[in-house]
T-cell receptor
Framework: DTEVTQTPKHLVMGMTNKKSLKCEQH?????MYWYKQKAKKPPELMFV???????INESVPSRFSPECPNSSLLNLHLHALQPEDSALYLC????????????FGSGTQLSVL | DQQVKQNSPSLSVQEGRISILNCDYT??????FLWYKKYPAEGPTFLIS?????DKNEDGRFTVFLNKSAKHLSLHIVPSQPGDSAVYFC?????????????FGQGTELSVKP
């Protein structure tokens, strides 16, 4: 199984809503990542978890809250988002942080109204 | 400051010919380089990578060349096929020094015409 599965595929939420994005991998990878991608732009790193501990937070606003319940799961909790947060949110995993080759999920296309 | 640059936003190539996608970087600490392919509304798919100790890596129709002195890498696709039409991202990392942080270029949209 070489898949990273993300749910939901699409999400529309209001600025007062609370929602969560979910990511799952069963490749035994010990590093998991959240990236954000706006249209016509490259993916931008948000968070890195290494062995279930947050190792990198790229100065992401606190309205985005990551969680890694176990080595296979990664969540991104969303609260009080702004319309400019609308983007494709990509989850990725790798064998360990620092080994470069990331496997990406298909992403969650988020629209904030 | 953009550390990884793909200066051509788009490239159009005839089927069967060679596609050459270019990427420049500024950070001399980068030691691992990757190319990803991306279709709309999907996540990037890993294509090929190269370590800084090599200057060439080949995988089927795809070859990546690295010129460390020029801080330049390129992806050659030969022969190009219509199914290769996608956005190609160059990415670089400093390995474990930065915890696996991948820096992506802006992407080049490749169109292969039948």
């Amino acid at each position: 199984d070489t898949e990273v599965t993300q749910t939901p595929k699409h999400l529309v939420m209001g600025m007062t809503n609370k929602k969560s994005l979910k990511c799952e991998q069963h490749m035994g990878h010990r590093a998991m990542y959240w990236y954000k991608q706006k249209a016509k732009k490259p993916p931008e790193l948000m968070f890195v978890y290494s062995y279930e501990k947050l190792s990198i937070n790229e100065s992401v606003p606190s309205r985005f809250s990551p969680e890694c319940p176990n080595s296979s799961l990664l969540n991104l909790h969303l609260h009080a988002l702004q319309p400019e947060d609308s983007a494709l949110y990509l989850c990725a995993s790798s064998q360990a942080s620092g080994l470069g080759k990331l496997f990406f999920g298909s992403g969650t296309q988020l629209s904030v109204l | 400051d953009q550390q990884v640059k793909q200066n051509s936003p788009s490239l159009s190539v005839q089927e069967g010919r060679i596609s050459i996608l270019n990427c420049d970087y500024t950070n001399s600490m980068f030691d691992y380089f990757l190319w990803y392919k991306k279709y709309p509304a999907e996540g990037p798919t890993f294509l090929i990578s190269i370590s800084s100790i090599k200057d060439k890596n080949e995988d089927g129709r795809f070859t990546v060349f690295l010129n460390k002195s020029a801080k330049h890498l390129s992806l050659h696709i030969v022969p190009s096929q219509p199914g290769d039409s996608a956005v190609y991202f160059c990415a670089a990392s400093e390995g474990d020094n930065q915890g696996g942080k991948l820096i992506f270029g802006q992407g080049t949209e490749l169109s292969v015409k039948p």
